[in-house]
């Protein structure tokens, strides 16, 4: 059973960059999934961010392209999250997860998911 | 952007049938999925490819698929069932994730 345990600081600097480290346990990060990122700001709903896929590929949410970066470390079998020019709209809590697709073409879904953290941004 | 667009709340008392509904342009060419979450926790997935359901998730809970909606029902609410519910699914090329807005299930 494959598990996500996200890590990184939980306050930010406003205009400062917000990392954060997803570490997959019991499967390997080489496999054939994506690996995803999610936010929800307090009381508010999800919103996807991004994803790789471990050759290095990535998607990323138009409205956030600008500022994302999502990298893997295969050697430490996790994926990173780097989000620049943060605001207070940035704060939330950022979940990682492990996505799956149904065939070529479609899109991805959530089975597994970390615990999230609340990463906030103020001065 | 591509967006899924649900109702805000749903209540329903117990023992009577929730619907809550998903609507987006996209949905005839991606599956739709859906997770419970409650507060202070992940989402669970609670359907997939529309209408299947995973291990561990009571029968109760089964979704539909018509155009560009598609329809989680929970027969028999419980309190328990009390939460928010997402969908969630692809743009129409399956590269880019959206979720809905989220809808609140009150059990009365």
């Known amino acids: 059973q494959v598990q996500l345990q996200e890590s990184g600081p939980g306050l930010v600097k406003p205009s400062g960059t917000l990392s954060l480290t997803c570490a997959v346990s019991?499967?390997?990060?080489?496999?054939?999934?994506?690996w995803s990122w999610v936010r929800q700001p307090p009381g508010k709903g999800l919103e996807w961010i991004g994803e790789i896929y471990h050759s290095g590929s990535t998607n990323y949410n138009p409205s956030l392209k600008s500022r994302v970066t999502i990298s893997v470390d295969k050697s430490k079998n996790q994926f990173s999250l780097k989000l620049s020019s943060v605001t207070a709209a940035d704060t939330a809590v950022y979940y990682c997860?492990?996505?799956?697709?149904?065939?070529?073409?479609?899109?991805?879904?959530?089975?597994?998911w970390g615990q999230g953290t609340l990463v906030t941004v103020s001065s | 952007s591509y967006e899924l667009t649900q109702p805000p709340s749903v209540s329903v008392s117990p023992g009577q049938t929730a619907r809550i509904t998903c609507s987006g342009d996209a949905l005839p060419k991606q599956y739709a999925y859906w997770y419970q979450q409650k507060p202070g926790q992940a989402p669970v997935l609670v359907i997939y490819?529309?209408?299947e359901r995973p291990s561990g998730i009571p029968e109760r809970f089964s979704g539909s698929s018509s155009g560009t909606t598609v329809t989680l029902t929970i027969s028999g609410v419980q309190a328990e069932d009390e939460a928010d519910y997402y969908c969630q699914s692809a743009d129409s090329s399956g590269t880019y994730g959206v979720f809905g807005g989220g809808t609140k299930l009150t059990v009365l």
């Open positions: 490819k529309d209408s």
């Open positions: 997860a492990r996505a799956l697709r149904e065939y070529y073409g479609s899109g991805s879904y959530y089975r597994h």
């Open positions: 019991g499967g390997s990060i080489s496999s054939s999934n994506w």
